[in-house]
């Protein structure tokens, strides 16, 4: 590592300090595979980001004929009410809907009740699997997003929900464990800025493992993500596109994805967080997630103007 990158990941790591963060972040020029990150082999519960892998291992059955896109589910209400949750989530009322718009409503729009009715159709160790297929190490799925919608936030009223994550700051130990399941690094879904980039370059680029219908379908579901208010703003312009998934659950903050440029450069961006800050709302978070991103691309790209 060259003296000015050392002097840049110093200071984005003050920054991230500073504003109450630790995280895992890892740029990676799709072209060259040169790469810069902030401890990007440290591992989080990953939050709403399985969603991706969820969405490629039922893209890949769909190709292999094992699921049919048009075959209409009945998926049940969410009715959840707590403030976050999308779609079917928020719904109060059964729906049915094909495999294919599930796929569009828990990639886009973070759907849990999606991604749980798709996880009735590949369980969490058949998504793995898949993975594994790939060649893609570092992942890990084990539950559903049910799990996710029972934590301490849900049994708090809203005056109180800083108390849920005062808990989820407070309750780990130094060895990744949790009295959050959904934070305990052993129970939870897990993974890293690299593990995500990777998959990330097998979407993206050829050759790759994963067949060209598959990935395309995907990075089109990325790009339709509705979520748009943690790294889009450094990173969607005119001159640009910005294809992407977030994830958030207590005091986690992920998101990953990848920028395509109008001069045809292109790079994978994960960023995962956890914040030390017991507050719900943190506005001023997510935009130091996208500047600390945003920079670390920007080195790239200049070392290679």
Same mark, same amino acid.
């Given at each position: ?7 840049? !990941? ?11 963060? *630790?995280?895992?972040?890892?740029? @990676? ?6 790469? +810069? ?6 591992? &989080? ?13 039922? !893209? ?12 209409? !589910? ?16 928020? &719904? ?18 973070? /759907? ?29 799925? *084990?539950? #559903? ?13 809203? $005056? ?12 780990? =130990?130094?060895?990744?464990?949790? @009295? ?6 052993? *129970?939870?879904? =897990? ?10 370059? $097998? ?16 990075? #089109? ?5 509705? +979520? ?5 703003? /450094?990173?969607?312009? /005119? ?13 986690? *903050? ?17 960023? +995962? ?19 600390? $991103?945003? @920079? ?7 070392? #290679?103007?």
């Amino acid at each position: 590592m060259s003296a000015g990158h050392g002097r840049l !990941l110093a200071e984005l790591r003050r920054a991230l300090d500073d504003g109450g963060l *630790r995280g895992s972040f890892l740029v @990676r020029d799709l072209e060259t595979g040169d790469e +810069l990150g902030i401890d990007p082999d440290r591992a &989080f519960p990953v939050a709403s980001l399985v969603k991706v892998p969820l969405a490629l291992a039922t !893209l890949e059955r769909i190709r292999r004929g094992e699921l049919d896109g048009a075959a209409v !589910l009945e998926v049940p209400p969410g009715r959840i009410t707590t403030p976050g949750p999308t779609g079917v989530s928020r &719904f109060r009322h059964p729906a049915r809907i094909a495999v294919d718009d599930l796929l569009y409503l828990s990639t886009s729009l973070s /759907d849990g009740m999606a991604a749980d009715a798709l996880f009735g159709l590949t369980p969490p160790d058949e998504v793995a699997e898949v993975l594994r297929g790939y060649g893609l190490r570092g992942i890990t799925v *084990r539950h #559903t997003m049910a799990e996710l919608t029972d934590t301490p936030v849900e049994r708090f009223d809203a $005056a109180q929900a800083h108390l849920a994550h005062a808990l989820a700051i407070d309750a780990g =130990t130094p060895g990744g464990g949790h @009295r959050v399941p959904q934070l305990d690094m052993a *129970r939870a879904n =897990t993974g890293s800025a690299r593990a995500f980039v990777d998959l990330l370059q $097998a979407v993206w680029t050829r050759p790759s493992p994963v067949h060209a219908d598959v990935a395309a379908r995907l990075r #089109t579901l990325m790009a339709d993500n509705l +979520l748009r208010h943690r790294l889009a703003p /450094d990173f969607a312009s /005119d001159a640009s596109t910005w294809s992407s998934k977030t994830g958030t659950l207590l005091n986690l *903050r992920h998101e990953v994805g990848v920028v395509e440029h109008a001069d045809g450069r292109s790079y994978a961006v994960a960023a +995962l967080t956890e914040s030390r800050v017991a507050a719900g709302s943190q506005p001023g978070a997510d935009a130091l997630m996208g500047q600390v $991103a945003r @920079r670390l691309r920007d080195r790239l790209r200049a070392a #290679t103007a």
